[in-house]
């Protein structure tokens, strides 16, 4: 099973043309970018486990059915009467999206860290807003550390929201302190160019593989022995939005190290060039799908079949 940890909220994206005040009409979705990455893993087919705090309120309950209707198992999931964090979303010319949060006294910020994940957990998946905003980033990063070191596969996706980090030095440095216990280290460019450093130093902190996202351009990896780094390019679509095209990313590199049974930090280090252009080409095509339709709408198993 793969669990995936963070935050669950929903998305109010632009609607088309407001009323007369000049406003944009702007429409729910669900969201948050591990609710997404949940999702994406259960229509791909992978057994996955969302591990969150979500609302009691309406919103609440419309999360958890997109992830029962997923097939995404939700028993770790905690409840609380806070409300659902809203994420205001505003889409470029390109398709590409910015955020503003509405997260004062939500429900997945009073995250708890629970007791160990069920034996039959393969892999930990966590990233986004749920690793910034305490109290319960310190719950998540907690659950990082010590899943890690029970010898959990851990995924991290840092993808910054630059407008909920009051201080970027002291997040780079927890984000350094994190990569002793990652895995594989997925971010986007943007990402990185915001963090400073680079692949290999990442790499030589902890990581066994680091995949960066390229957006149209593509993917590309770099290993800890350097045999496997290699590139893909994206795949050609009229974009809509790219709202949850990064957490499809993550899905699908998961779902696919699992059926190369490669869910360890020594499997990932040891898999072939041609195995890892195999994993980032089904990333970028999973990836294109969801850039295809508006908002966070990752494919099904079938969509990518062939």
Same mark, same amino acid.
């Given at each position: 099973?793969?669990?995936?940890?963070?935050?669950?909220?929903?998305?109010?994206?632009?609607?088309? %043309?407001?009323?007369?005040?000049?406003?944009?009409?702007?429409?729910?979705?669900?969201?948050?970018? %591990?609710?997404? #990455?949940?999702?994406?893993?259960?229509?791909?087919?992978?057994?996955?486990?969302?591990?969150?705090?979500?609302?009691?309120?309406?919103?609440?309950?419309?999360?958890?059915?997109?992830?029962? #209707?997923?097939?995404?198992?939700?028993?770790?999931?905690?409840?609380?009467?806070?409300?659902? #964090?809203?994420?205001?979303?505003?889409?470029?010319?390109?398709?590409?999206?910015?955020?503003?949060?509405?997260?004062?006294?939500?429900?997945?910020?009073?995250?708890?860290?629970?007791?160990?994940?069920?034996?039959?957990?393969?892999?930990?998946?966590?990233?986004?807003?749920?690793?910034?905003?305490?109290?319960? &980033?310190?719950?998540?990063?907690?659950?990082?550390?010590?899943?890690?070191?029970?010898?959990?596969?851990?995924?991290?996706?840092?993808?910054?929201?630059?407008?909920?980090?009051?201080?970027? %030095?002291?997040?780079?440095?927890?984000?350094?302190?994190?990569?002793?216990?990652?895995?594989?280290?997925?971010?986007?460019?943007?990402?990185?160019?915001?963090?400073?450093?680079?692949?290999?130093?990442?790499?030589?902190?902890?990581?066994? &593989?680091?995949?960066?996202?390229?957006?149209?351009?593509?993917?590309?990896?770099?290993?800890?022995?350097?045999?496997?780094?290699?590139?893909?390019?994206?795949?050609?679509?009229?974009?809509?939005? #790219?709202?949850?095209?990064?957490?499809?990313?993550?899905?699908?590199?998961?779902?696919?190290?699992?059926?190369?049974?490669?869910?360890?930090?020594?499997?990932?280090?040891?898999?072939?060039?041609?195995?890892?252009?195999?994993?980032? &080409?089904?990333?970028?095509?999973?990836?294109?799908?969801?850039?295809?339709?508006?908002?966070?709408?990752?494919?099904?198993?079938?969509?990518?079949?062939?």
């Amino acid at each position: 099973m793969i669990v995936v940890a963070g935050e669950a909220l929903i998305d109010l994206v632009p609607g088309g %043309p407001g009323g007369d005040d000049g406003l944009p009409a702007l429409l729910p979705r669900l969201g948050g970018g %591990p609710y997404n #990455t949940a999702v994406a893993l259960g229509r791909l087919g992978a057994k996955a486990a969302f591990c969150s705090r979500v609302s009691a309120d309406g919103f609440g309950e419309a999360l958890l059915g997109g992830l029962r #209707t997923a097939g995404v198992d939700v028993s770790l999931v905690q409840r609380g009467p806070e409300p659902t #964090t809203l994420a205001v979303a505003a889409v470029g010319a390109d398709g590409s999206a910015g955020y503003g949060f509405y997260a004062g006294g939500t429900a997945d910020r009073l995250f708890e860290l629970p007791g160990p994940l069920p034996d039959t957990t393969r892999a930990l998946c966590l990233g986004t807003c749920s690793l910034v905003l305490e109290p319960g &980033a310190s719950a998540y990063e907690a659950l990082l550390r010590r899943e890690s070191g029970r010898g959990v596969f851990t995924l991290l996706d840092p993808n910054i929201r630059p407008g909920l980090i009051p201080d970027a %030095p002291a997040y780079r440095a927890r984000f350094r302190s994190w990569l002793p216990y990652v895995s594989l280290l997925k971010l986007s460019a943007e990402d990185a160019a915001w963090l400073g450093g680079s692949p290999r130093e990442w790499l030589a902190a902890g990581p066994s &593989a680091v995949v960066v996202t390229h957006g149209a351009q593509g993917l590309s990896v770099h290993t800890r022995d350097g045999d496997a780094t290699c590139a893909v390019p994206g795949e050609s679509v009229e974009v809509v939005d #790219t709202i949850g095209a990064g957490d499809t990313v993550n899905a699908a590199l998961l779902h696919r190290l699992s059926e190369y049974g490669a869910l360890s930090g020594e499997e990932v280090a040891a898999l072939p060039e041609p195995a890892w252009r195999a994993i980032l &080409a089904y990333a970028a095509r999973a990836a294109a799908v969801t850039c295809s339709r508006g908002g966070a709408q990752p494919p099904y198993a079938a969509e990518l079949a062939g």
